[in-house]
Structures are given as structure tokens and as C-alpha cells.
């Protein structure tokens, strides 16, 4: 079973859990998947005669779908590859606690919390984990510390999953509750849950989550980043002079970080941005090229760099920094309108023009092309210009 396989295989218990969330005995008519470690094939775990049966009780439930579990995953007892990916032993199978009683038990008499249950799918699938110091398999339990470590490990998984694949954010957090029961300090937790915050808009909450990342884990260059980050985002939502108190924090904050990973380019930009929130244009032209020269390939420290050459009016050098930053990343109209706009600044105009014709076809948004057209291409009436010197004059 190679890689793909396991993912595939792990996938397959999502679609489990998604059925057992309103479980209860018609679940047995459901067509529930498991991956075939032969053929890489999803097999549905009810043979087509066991869809229609009727079950009374939960105990002929569990006789079926445990004969029905232990079918389809028993080539894994033996599947040294899947041995090595997951570097523990998979052995299935104790009657007694069988997947299916596990799942049954916890959600006919709602015993738990039913995100405790994807943990427990995996915890059996895992039930026997290698012991290195005696070279015997050992049998898991919930008063075993690993048992906890191997839930948050398989809850986390799957959160981050989401995190990066679906942008569900809300659920995310959902997920992470859990973990948070078993492990309150665990900082990865915490700080994906602190960029669901943010993701959310949810900015002070955010920053008091980091906070405690920062109090955890001070030697981690990414909880100061992460605390920095949320101070200057409650800062931009509300730029008022009694909400500059954010900005310095958040400087501060970042020098924190910067003493723990000086070469850190995400804590270097943060840097620039506060420089320019401060309109210390040089001193921020100068953050970003030192975070260039730590990573050359770096596409935010370029985007950047150009912005803050273009708040100085050197048109010339911003130019040069968006049409490196589109090498990176052809397909960026936020760099394309900049692009663009430095040409007009430097009246260029031709070559301006040629690259909105360019941008209209390829572009995803137009209303930055029709923004551009506005301010470069549009002449004002005569009429109008009068009017706006006559009220200047006034």
C-alpha cells in the first residue's frame, strides 16, 4: 500500500463518521467504504443481500458489521508497507472491542463527545502500537498516554486538512475543541485554531490565543509571528490614533520573534509593513530587501519591496521588482495592476495600454483594469476642472 493508498484509506473513515453524526440502526441499509489495500478500489463494506436486512438490536448490528470490517481490513495484519508509513504496527481486530462496538456503545448510549469518536476509529485501527525497549506489541488503552497523543494526532490531521483544502474554518475550531480537552497547552493546536481566528476576522481572539502560544513556547519564532500578525490586523479594521498602542506592540512583538529566528523572512516583512504603517518609507524599503537577500525566491518580500518603492516614487525600481514578482507568479493581478500603474507613472503609457489589452483577456477581475482606465485614461471635462479650482480657490 503506497502513500496515496493510506490517504485514501483514511478518507474512507471520514465518509464512516459523516454516516455515524445522525446514527442510529437504519446506518446498516448505507453503503459504507473502506479502501481494498489490493486494488486500490473503494469496496462497499454491506454486500448488496445485507443492505435490505432489518436489525432490532444493536448486538446483530455489530455481529454484521464487525464480520463485514474485519473482511475488508485483514490485509492490513500483514502489509508491512503500511507498517513502515505509519512507523507503528497495524493489527486489527479484538472481538471484544471491535471498531464497531466502539462506535456503537459511544453513539446509541451517548456516552462522549462524538468528535472523541474519529479518534477512537483511528485509535483502533492503531490498537496495538510497537514497543522498541521490549520488542512485544502492546495493547493501547485510554489510560495510555500514546492513546491520547495518537487522538490528537488523527483529529489534527484531519483539521489541517480542511484548514488548507476547504477553508472551513468554523469547523476547524470544531475539531481542535476536542484536542484542546486532552492537551490545553498544545501549541500547534492552539495556533491553528489562532489562524482560524484570523481567517475569521476574529482578531482579538486571535491575539489572546497567541498570547498564550507566546507564554507556551516563547523559543518559537511563529507564536510571535502569529501574536504580531493579529495586533496589526485589530489595527487595520479601526486605524485610529488611540489604536496605534497596537502597532507598537505588535513591533515589539516582532522583534521578539526576530531574537529568537533573525533570518525569519514572514517576521522581516511584518517588519516592512509596520515601517510603512509608520510612513518610514526608506527604513521599510530597507526591511524588505534584507528579507530578499535571506530568500532571493521569496514572493511577498518582492511584492513588498516594489509597493514600498512606489509610496517613494521610484517608479523606475518598482517597476523592476513587480515584473520579478510576476516570474514568480504570472497569474497575480494585484502585481499586475501595479505593474501597470508604475508604466503610467513613468509615462509609459504605450506599454501600459498594451498590458491592460493583455489583462482583459486573462484577467479573473476587471474592476482593477477599469480602475486604472479611470485614473490614467479617462480625460476629465474642462467644465469639471473648473469647477474643482473655482472650490480649491474658495
Known amino acids: 500500500m503506497d502513500s496515496n493508498q493510506v490517504h485514501q484509506f483514511y478518507k474512507s473513515h471520514n465518509h464512516l463518521i459523516d454516516r455515524l453524526n445522525s446514527f442510529d440502526l437504519e446506518v446498516s441499509r448505507e453503503l459504507l467504504y473502506i479502501v481494498d489495500t489490493k486494488s486500490n478500489k473503494n469496496l462497499p463494506i454491506f454486500y448488496p443481500n445485507q443492505r435490505d436486512i432489518t436489525f432490532d438490536n444493536k448486538d446483530e448490528l455489530k455481529t454484521v458489521l464487525s464480520g463485514a470490517f474485519k473482511k475488508n481490513l485483514e490485509p492490513l495484519q500483514t502489509d508491512e508497507n503500511i507498517k513502515n508509513i505509519f512507523q507503528i504496527h497495524f493489527w486489527i481486530y479484538d472481538p471484544e472491542s471491535s471498531l464497531v462496538f466502539i462506535i456503537i456503545a459511544e453513539k446509541l448510549e451517548q456516552k462522549g463527545l462524538f468528535a472523541k469518536i474519529t479518534g477512537k476509529i483511528d485509535c483502533e485501527i492503531t490498537m496495538y502500537v510497537y514497543s522498541k525497549e521490549n520488542n512485544t506489541l502492546v495493547s493501547s488503552n485510554e489510560n495510555d498516554p500514546r492513546f491520547n497523543r495518537l487522538i490528537i494526532q488523527n483529529l489534527f490531521k484531519e483539521a489541517e486538512d480542511l484548514f488548507y483544502s476547504d477553508n472551513e474554518y468554523k469547523k476547524v475550531e470544531s475539531i481542535l475543541v476536542h484536542c484542546l480537552e486532552m492537551a490545553p497547552n498544545d501549541v500547534k493546536v492552539l495556533t491553528l485554531i489562532a489562524r482560524c481566528k484570523l481567517f475569521l476576522s476574529e482578531f482579538e481572539s486571535a491575539e489572546d490565543i497567541f498570547k498564550k502560544t507566546t507564554e507556551i513556547a516563547p523559543n518559537d519564532a511563529k507564536t510571535w509571528l502569529g501574536l504580531a500578525t493579529a495586533q496589526m490586523e485589530i489595527f487595520k479594521i479601526n486605524p485610529r490614533k488611540e489604536h496605534f498602542i497596537y502597532v507598537e506592540s505588535s513591533e515589539q512583538n516582532v522583534d521578539q520573534g526576530l531574537a529568537v529566528d533573525p533570518k525569519n523572512t514572514e517576521l522581516i516583512n511584518l517588519k516592512g509593513g509596520i515601517n510603512m ?118
Open 277 to 394: 504603517v509608520n510612513q518610514d518609507y526608506q527604513k521599510a524599503e530597507e526591511t524588505f530587501k534584507l528579507a530578499l537577500e535571506i530568500n532571493p525566491k521569496d514572493f511577498n518580500s518582492q511584492k513588498n519591496l516594489g509597493l514600498s518603492l512606489m509610496t517613494q516614487n521610484k517608479f523606475e525600481e518598482s517597476k523592476h521588482c513587480f515584473l520579478k514578482g510576476l516570474e514568480m507568479r504570472p497569474k497575480d493581478e494585484t502585481l499586475a495592476f501595479r505593474l501597470i500603474q508604475s508604466h503610467f507613472e513613468l509615462d509609459e503609457t504605450e506599454i501600459a495600454i498594451n498590458l491592460m489589452e493583455e489583462w482583459k483577456v486573462k484577467a479573473h477581475q476587471i474592476d482593477w483594469l477599469e480602475e486604472l482606465e479611470m485614473s490614467y485614461l479617462t480625460e476629465v471635462p474642462e467644465e469639471l476642472l473648473k469647477e474643482n479650482l473655482e472650490d480649491n480657490n474658495q
